[in-house]
């Protein structure tokens, strides 16, 4: 699972390497092992977004507000966030490479397009889109949405082949 996180103001993917729940903590407990508590346990704090990496999409758990965040780019579990335990390994997470972590992209489609919004540059996904094995009702259907998202209101739609 990719996690976003604000940076500056834009989002960065972040993966995790169980790809849940901000992986293992990485704390040294008193016994002298690494603590088994998961990063986060406290309820859902975001939802599910699109992303778009190039002519790709990556559906990401985040933004993250700022004090989760923190949390997880640290990897600490609540009962070692704040106190000065010492770590029992750096953190795991990578940050996300639309190569190495492939299989956690899709293409556009007609199902998660219109979800990307304003996060997206519209032209070259629908470009991707269009150039894919659609159907010709399909493609109607991706020309439709890009003229509905022409800010201009101008009528100026690609030629249909």
């Avoid at 996180?5 to 903590?25: A, H, K, S, W």
């Avoid at 599910?48 to 579990?77: K, M, N």
């Avoid at 990307?116 to 991707?128: F, Q, S």
């Amino acid at each position: 699972m990719a996690v976003a996180i604000m940076e500056n103001e834009r989002p960065r993917l972040f993966v995790f390497p169980d790809y849940t729940c901000g992986g293992q903590c990485t704390a040294r407990t008193k016994r002298g092992v690494r603590c088994r508590n998961i990063v986060y346990a406290g309820g859902q704090v975001a939802g599910y977004e699109w992303f778009s990496v190039g002519t790709r999409l990556v559906s990401a758990y985040g933004p993250l507000p700022d004090y989760v965040a923190h949390q997880y780019l640290v990897q600490r579990c609540r009962v070692h966030y704040n106190e000065a335990a010492q770590a029992f390994c750096a953190p795991e997470w990578q940050h996300f490479d639309p190569v190495r972590h492939k299989e956690l992209t899709t293409s556009p489609s007609l199902d998660n397009l219109p979800a990307v919004g304003d996060t997206a540059p519209l032209p070259e996904l629908l470009a991707a889109a269009v150039n894919s094995d659609y159907s010709p009702a399909q493609r109607r259907q991706l020309l439709e949405l890009l003229a509905d998202q022409n800010p201009d209101g101008d009528d100026q739609r690609p030629a249909e082949s």
